[in-house]
């Protein structure tokens, strides 16, 4: 089970941080992965990380402004998003799947996602 937490509304520039909570997970590895959905538009993974090897991968959209990162617990994944732009309003979901290739942005490799959490950029 995944529960997605922090979304918000925010001006252009600033800054928000998302938190995925994940259960049913513990001892193997799998890609989290964080993917956004504005309306009209096609679900855009934006960043993963692989638990088995702490990779993480970004799309070119939002590199250099937002990094994702797992909690102490390992049970936890945010995205912290950083200069945030008027696009980037979306409804952001956390994706997760033990045979997903991480960093390749299909969402049809993940069967387990959460409910959403709204970003608006204004």
């Known amino acids: 089970q995944l529960v997605e937490s922090g979304g918000g509304s925010v001006e252009a520039g600033g800054s928000l941080r998302l938190s995925c909570a994940a259960s049913g997970y513990s001892g193997t590895a799998y890609c989290m992965a964080w993917f956004r959905q504005a309306p009209g538009k096609e679900r855009e993974g934006v960043a993963a990380i692989y638990t088995g090897a702490d990779e993480r991968y970004y799309s070119d959209s939002v590199k250099g402004r937002f990094t994702i990162s797992r909690g102490d617990a390992k049970n936890t994944m945010y995205l912290q998003m950083n200069s945030l732009k008027v696009e980037g309003t979306a409804m952001y979901y956390c994706?997760?799947?033990?045979?997903?290739?991480?960093?390749?942005?299909?969402?049809?490799?993940?069967?387990?996602w959460g409910q959403g959490t709204q970003v608006t950029v204004s």
């Open positions: 994706a997760a799947d033990p045979f997903a290739p991480c960093g390749r942005w299909d969402s049809a490799n993940f069967d387990h």
